[in-house]
């Protein structure tokens, strides 16, 4: 079913489908196709369409430009540092072979990036060949919306086949897989969420900072509520705030957000209310936004704070880190599994219906997210968890550490997270639902509304962001 995009969008025009799939993934080939420029040959004989192994005999490639839209300067770091090919003309150019390379970074905030890729794509059809987007990134939140549509091309069409993507994540492809269980998308990472501590406090309080030891203080909801308890009296906060824990929350829903064009509260939704009203008027946890100052107090020892639910880019990446006198700078965070497995965002790359290199962007997309060396030096050199099993489980089992987690290798952690993860149950909703239902549940947390008041607030929320969907 096709419904037009809603949300406020420019595109207003742009059709997506609202049901999820998470059926196989697209092609049905075995045969091994080249991974890698160098493996294809020069980039100039990689783009020919004459790809030993691939499953799709693409046209010549004829675009003088590469246009990439994105919303940061990770994916263009990515390419900068590992693929071969690629040379740095300045903070927005680049070169692959004769191809000019142009990323067009718009920040997310308010939108920006979504409205601006959103307009540009209903001019797709109609756009000179060298201004047309050629590939473009998208985040877990609003996958759906550009998946489900004509925008995207589905990656059997570029030749990629379930053969190459076999090491790979598969919530990772359920993420990007449209209402007709065809995949839309790729990623070079995996984002799976493990529950960072702090190993002072762990020894403090817990008696040791091991992470299997930690673990058994948090390994289900009311084992972890009991030891929040006994942070609170100890003179720490179990973590900076509620929304710390909502993700692995509503990552374990057993229904969406939405059925039968009806908004749902998943039981398990209900719980992280509960749950977090309790540790509030404990005071064992806030209410401050993620990302406010009052969160961030907590990277350092004085917020005294004992953990923080993440995938490896918050803690590498987004908590102080670099920062003298953080927890962080001096190796005093510590990984376990937690409650319930995770994950928090992730990139991918997709394929824009229409570009004119087809066989380029297909080339990056498998030297980016299925190389092996590729994989490891992303591990490496970023910190970063990759999108590749056989990778993760050889650097799991080496010497491979992280400086920030006290020296911990903590592959093995993330993967135990990830493994069980069940996203049938995503939506193209979620962004909305999500955010409006944190919103409105502060004011009930914070005491300035009953449970009663703060869902009429939401539900008043939805109706208007969502005209079409009935409430209770």
């Not at 993934?25 to 192994?53: C, H, R, V």
């Not at 390379?101 to 959103?118: E, G, K």
């Not at 749902?264 to 009203?277: C, E, F, L, P």
């Not at 987004?318 to 992730?346: K, L, R």
Request: net charge negative; proline share 3%; with cysteine.
């Amino acid at each position: 079913m096709k419904k037009k995009m809603v949300s406020g969008l420019l595109a207003a025009t742009m059709v997506a489908s609202l049901l999820f799939g998470c059926g196989n993934d697209a092609g049905s080939e075995t045969t091994e196709a080249p991974t890698t420029a160098d493996e294809a040959g020069d980039t100039e004989e990689a783009t020919e369409g004459t790809d030993e192994g691939s499953s799709v005999d693409l046209p010549e490639d004829t675009g003088k430009v590469l246009n990439i839209y994105c919303w940061n300067e990770e994916f263009k770091t990515r390419i900068t540092d590992h693929y071969a090919d690629y040379e740095e003309v300045d903070a927005t150019t680049g070169k692959i072979g004769d191809v000019e390379v142009h990323w067009n970074i718009t920040p997310s905030d308010d939108n920006a990036y979504q409205n601006n890729l959103d307009e540009t794509l209903l001019k797709q059809e109609s756009a000179a060949d060298d201004d047309k987007i050629d590939m473009f990134l998208i985040e877990a939140d609003y996958a759906l919306k550009y998946v489900d549509s004509d925008y995207t091309m589905p990656i059997s069409d570029l030749g990629i086949t379930d053969a190459d993507l076999s090491k790979q994540y598969q919530y990772t492809k359920d993420v990007v897989t449209d209402s007709n269980g065809t995949l839309k998308g790729v990623s070079w990472q995996g984002c799976p969420g493990v529950l960072f501590y702090n190993r002072e406090a762990a020894k403090e309080v817990l008696g040791s900072d091991d992470p299997d030891e930690v673990q058994a203080y948090v390994k289900d909801w009311a084992t972890f509520n009991e030891t929040a308890n006994t942070m609170k009296e100890k003179g720490y906060k179990m973590t900076a705030t509620v929304n710390d824990s909502y993700r692995v929350y509503s990552n374990n829903v057993s229904t969406p957000w939405v059925v039968d064009g009806k908004v749902t509260i998943d039981n398990n939704i209900k719980q992280w209310v509960d749950d977090s009203k309790a540790l509030v008027d404990a005071g064992a946890t806030g209410t401050q936004e993620l990302w406010s100052d009052d969160w961030k107090k907590g990277f350092f020892p004085d917020g005294k704070v004992f953990c923080y639910f993440g995938p490896a880019w918050l803690v590498n990446f987004s908590m102080s880190a670099d920062v003298e006198g953080s927890i962080g700078y001096n190796g005093g965070w510590g990984a376990t599994e937690g409650p319930q497995g995770f994950f928090w965002g992730g990139t991918w790359a997709a394929a824009a219906t229409g570009t004119d290199n087809a066989n380029l962007v297909r080339d990056i997309i498998l030297t980016m997210t299925t190389d092996d060396a590729v994989m490891k030096e992303i591990i490496e050199k970023d910190d970063d968890f990759v999108n590749n099993q056989t990778v993760i489980e050889e650097m799991a089992n080496s010497d491979y550490s992280s400086k920030i987690l006290g020296g911990q290798n903590p592959l093995g952690k993330y993967s135990a997270g990830v493994a069980g993860l069940d996203l049938s149950n995503l939506s193209a909703y979620d962004q909305g639902c999500n955010e409006e239902f944190q919103g409105a549940m502060k004011n009930y947390f914070d005491g300035n509304a009953t449970y009663e008041e703060a869902l009429d607030q939401f539900y008043k929320a939805i109706q208007e962001k969502y005209p079409e969907l009935t409430v209770e």
